[in-house]
């Protein structure tokens, strides 16, 4: 069946970075455009960033530009979040999503949680 | 950015009851509009996508309406397993973004 399972989150300390990973495995990893969207505790999800089929096209929330990387490595099956120059406001739990038709979400993992305090 | 506003925040009824959900967008997002319903501890579930088609496998009881900036989720006849809270989502324009929730609880 169809799985996402997210790792990587952790504590860290402002300004510092993390790489968050996304193992996927149930179904043709390259035929899917793919996204991570994050879930402050009590709040509203919020999308993140996407990335296409082939990983050319790339996408991300004004609030993240220029401090988080989507990548994907389609010989692995694996979805990548580089976060760098992490602040208090970036704690939440992060998930990563499959895409459906387009630009909604079908499949997600469990999520990982990301808090970033001193 | 397209804003969502979800109401009412909270919605409490009896089991077999009618729920009806409420999402306004900002501007029009044509029929770009998904609903997802998220239980405590959970990922969002998808329920509705493009404002009146169900997802793979969601029970007939749930439906969406709705175009341009007005939009209904009914939940025809409430279950117990109901209890969760239910986000609208737009496609129309980057960013996606998601409305504030409502809440539905099961007396």
């Known amino acids: 069946q169809v799985q996402l399972v997210e790792s990587g989150g952790g504590v860290v300390q402002p300004g510092r970075s993390l790489r968050l990973s996304c193992a996927v495995s149930?179904?043709?990893?390259?035929?899917?455009?793919l996204h991570w969207v994050r879930q402050a505790p009590g709040e509203r999800p919020e999308w993140v960033a996407f990335?296409?089929?082939?990983?050319?096209?790339?996408s991300y929330a004004d609030s993240v530009k220029g401090r988080f990387t989507i990548s994907r490595d389609n010989s692995k099956n694996t979805l990548y979040l580089q976060v760098n120059s992490l602040r208090a406001e970036d704690t939440a739990v992060y998930f990563c999503?499959?895409?459906?038709?387009?630009?909604?979400?079908?499949?997600w993992g469990q999520g990982t949680l990301v808090a970033v305090s001193s | 950015e397209i804003v969502l506003t979800q109401s009412p925040a909270t919605l409490s009824l009896s089991p077999g009851e009618r729920a009806t959900l409420s999402c306004r967008a900002s501007?029009?997002?044509?029929?770009?509009l998904a609903w997802y319903q998220q239980k405590v501890g959970q990922a969002p579930r998808l329920l509705i996508y493009d404002a009146s088609k169900r997802a793979t496998g969601i029970p007939a009881r749930f439906s969406g309406s709705g175009a341009g900036t007005d939009f209904i989720l009914t939940i025809s006849s409430l279950e117990p397993e109901d209890s969760a809270v239910y986000y609208c989502q737009h496609r129309a324009v980057w960013p996606l973004t998601f409305g504030g929730g409502t809440k539905v609880e099961i007396k």
């Open positions: 501007q029009s997002v044509s029929i770009y």
């Open positions: 149930g179904f043709t990893f390259s035929s899917y455009a």
């Open positions: 999503a499959r895409e459906w038709s387009p630009h909604y979400f079908d499949y």
């Open positions: 990335i296409s089929l082939d990983g050319s096209g790339k």
